[in-house]
């Protein structure tokens, strides 16, 4: 037991390592294993392995022994701006890696226990300072990491449920060019980081043998961040800059997801899965701080979104899995208070992927290509340097490896 408490704790210490520079590209990252990237992420209803620490605790029940999974996410995102002045800004193309680890203890023919570290939550755009909309944004990173322990019960043979405790540490950086005097301009930010605390809970319900449907609820979580803001100096015209601290809190949406997962035959699985995101938490971000040019208030009024995957899942042989998903999902942002901090839409994906099984080892890999609708933006609340055109579309990549003592 010491041998395996060991293994535990060294993979967690090296997925803290890993999401400390985590980043991700968008809001929300519905992305939290392999296995179930492969099939769009539509999981609920089957979460047969360690990520169902995340897509629904009760599915934990279903492990035996001990479970620890340990992987990352590989974001590479392109995000371009047609200007109205015919000018096209493209950001700066980087590759984001959030990182997951989940572990399950089963105790009992009822009880288990599991415990996860992840990035669920992620935003990360960089704009050059020369862009159209620079004073609106260049550099936007917000980094949110969760520690997350849950406890299911096996009620009958049928169904199980499951309950847990969520802390999360979000880090979050803002910046943009402030405008001075005449054409002078100067580079600007705000750094700042805090902590917040929600719950989650999940059910599992085999209706027969072959068909079960599962439902998992997150709660929304509140967080004060606190840190610093400053401006550059600028010499030039005897500009000093300025500083002061700044303090602001996010509310993290709630998550609902309800799906069902099907096997027409031992070798065959299908899900289907629909997700309601509580984005109407993000409506105003208040900034204050003991230096009054600091005071500022962004209204965003994001509403609540669906989101459709379905996916499957084919065993080719005792040692190979075969997978494929597709998604929808709505976008939050209105378009009065579109920015290029989040340029959003509603956006389309396709999935693939492989497991491979040998022994109590398992390695899975995925790939999801994302398309999102062209957006025009005519309007914006944020300035007419926002209005234009925007295309994006990502790449993203998932691995992850899980061991069964």
Request: glycine residues 8%.
């Amino acid at each position: 037991m010491k041998k395996i408490l060991h293994v535990v704790a060294s993979a967690a210490i090296v997925l803290l390592l890993m999401v400390s520079h985590a980043s991700a590209a968008g809001f929300a990252l519905p992305e939290q294993g392999a296995a179930a990237m492969g099939m769009g992420s539509a999981f609920v209803a089957q979460s047969d392995d360690a990520s169902a620490v995340w897509y629904n605790p009760a599915g934990m029940t279903q492990l035996n022994g001990i479970n620890v999974m340990a992987g990352a996410v590989f974001i590479y995102p392109t995000f371009s701006h047609d200007n109205v002045d015919g000018t096209t800004d493209t950001a700066a193309r980087n590759i984001h890696v959030p990182a997951i680890f989940y572990t399950t203890f089963k105790l009992d023919d009822r009880l288990s226990l599991g415990f996860g570290i992840n990035n669920p939550f992620g935003l990360a755009t960089n704009w050059s300072p020369t862009s159209e909309a620079n004073q609106v944004a260049t550099l936007t990173q917000l980094i949110v990491t969760e520690f997350n322990p849950n406890i299911a019960y096996k009620i009958t043979d049928k169904l199980s449920i499951a309950a847990g405790v969520t802390y999360v540490w979000v880090d979050a950086t803002l910046a943009n060019i402030q405008p001075l005097v005449l054409t002078f301009v100067s580079p600007a930010q705000l750094n700042g980081s805090g902590y917040g605390w929600g719950g989650n809970a999940g059910i599992l319900y085999k209706i027969t043998d072959s068909v079960s449907t599962g439902f998992s609820y997150r709660s929304r979580m509140k967080v004060d961040i606190k840190g610093n803001a400053w401006v550059s100096p600028v010499p030039a015209i005897g500009y000093p800059g300025a500083f002061g601290n700044a303090s602001s809190s996010i509310t993290l949406p709630d998550l609902f997801t309800w799906g069902f997962s099907i096997k027409p035959s031992e070798k065959l699985t299908l899900n289907a899965d629909l997700g309601y995101t509580m984005w109407s938490t993000f409506d105003t971000l208040i900034v204050t701080s003991n230096n009054p040019a600091f005071n500022k208030t962004y209204p965003h009024e994001w509403r609540d979104v669906f989101d459709v995957r379905i996916g499957g899942q084919y065993k080719l042989t005792d040692h190979w899995k075969l997978r494929a998903g597709l998604q929808y999902d709505q976008n939050p942002v209105p378009d009065h208070y579109f920015e290029t901090r989040v340029p959003d839409s509603d956006r389309y994906g396709a999935s693939v992927g492989i497991g491979y099984a040998v022994g109590n080892l398992t390695v899975d890999l995925a790939y999801t290509y994302l398309l999102f609708e062209t957006r025009n933006v005519a309007n914006s609340y944020y300035g007419s340097s926002v209005n234009g055109t925007y295309n994006t579309d990502a790449s993203v990549f998932g691995v992850s490896v899980a061991y069964k003592f």
